[in-house]
């Protein structure tokens, strides 16, 4: 099996007048994961069903491996799909759910079985191949989708929020086991996600999707340390970076009112000289600590340094690392 290379060239969807991608382009490279995050509505799903040829685009084209298949139909892309929903067939067994593509393409009888025996070891639920999907936990179910969709050995994996219906432990195993897996089977994996951690754990390059448009393509590192845009700035971190306008008093910036500066909480300490601001709230996120402080009107989030902890109300300065400072313009929005 050959990981596939796409290309995605100046695809534009429609659904009347409402434009849902308004020009994609995007190039994904044999063997890589590559993640789709954005926003809900953002247009990562309408992306990766097309990409499945489950919907056609208005406009644009669709190479695999250079063959164009902008209207090819989704058993003609060699791709495989899994999605948040499972979609796994209830009154089948889990051995008839995972042999169910083997079966559409006629294989025969002692392939399919060898094929399913693969597939269902790889994900380690070679011993639930009798029961049906509902006697099994989500995480299983989880398991059987991704057997049912590695059995073909397709050149491309398309998942679509595949670990959101799992509790959080579950997540993070699954997570793991996700990236092996697309490692061990050697194949292109486009993943849509709107889990900012996911996709940064998972990724060897992601695409960040803001209203139909593609505002950013990168390495996780990158795309975390110099976002392009104020939007990706203020969706990227948990907590995400303070903004703040450039006229801003106490906060002034060299180009004065036209940007917008940007900061991650881990740069804003709490010092013995600086901006004078008043802490609002104190707020454990696990083991980490963030204060919520007002700068004048303007609300700004520092992270807290080990047994650092201002009482509510507290009268404080903070000083801002300088080499840690985004800067916006503020008209577009852009990084400078």
């Not at 409402?18 to 990562?44: C, M, N």
């Not at 399913?116 to 099994?136: N, S, T, W, Y």
């Not at 204060?291 to 009107?297: E, I």
């Amino acid at each position: 099996m050959t990981a596939a290379s796409v290309q995605m060239s100046g695809i534009v969807k429609k659904h009347g007048a409402v434009t849902a991608l308004a020009g994609i382009d995007l190039e994904v490279r044999p063997g890589e994961f590559f993640s789709l995050l954005g926003p809900s509505g953002s247009g990562k799903t309408t992306t990766l069903r097309i990409l499945a040829g489950l919907e056609n685009a208005t406009q644009g084209r669709i190479l695999l491996n250079g063959k164009d298949v902008t209207n090819a139909d989704p058993g003609e892309r060699d791709v495989a799909m899994v999605f948040q929903s499972y979609a796994l067939y209830p009154h089948m067994t889990v051995r008839e759910n995972i042999s169910f593509p083997l079966r559409m393409i006629n294989e025969e009888e002692q392939a399919i079985e060898r094929a399913v025996m693969e597939a269902a070891a790889r994900v380690r639920i070679d011993h639930l191949l009798d029961r049906r999907p509902g006697q099994l936990s989500g995480g299983q179910q989880q398991r059987v989708a991704l057997a049912r969709a590695i059995v073909r050995k397709p050149a491309l994996f398309l998942l679509d929020e595949p670990l959101s219906n799992l509790d959080a432990k579950l997540r993070i195993e699954t997570r793991v086991e996700l990236k092996r897996l697309q490692r061990a089977l050697n194949v292109t994996a486009v993943y849509v996600t709107h889990d900012q951690e996911e996709a940064l754990s998972l990724s060897d390059r992601l695409a960040v999707f803001m209203d139909g448009r593609v505002v950013q393509v990168g390495t996780p590192e990158e795309v975390f340390s110099k976002p392009a845009t104020v939007e990706v700035a203020g969706f990227l971190g948990n907590p995400p970076m303070n903004l703040i306008p450039g006229g801003t008093e106490g906060l002034q910036s060299p180009k004065g009112a036209e940007v917008i500066l940007g900061i991650r909480p881990s740069a804003v300490r709490i010092a013995n000289d600086g901006i004078p601001a008043t802490v609002t709230m104190v707020e454990a996120l696990g083991e980490e600590f963030y204060a919520d402080l007002m700068v004048g009107d303007l609300l700004v989030r520092a992270k807290l340094r080990e047994g650092e902890r201002p009482a509510e109300r507290a009268q404080v300065r903070i000083h801002l690392d300088p080499s840690a400072l985004h800067v916006f313009d503020r008209a577009t929005g852009k990084r400078l």
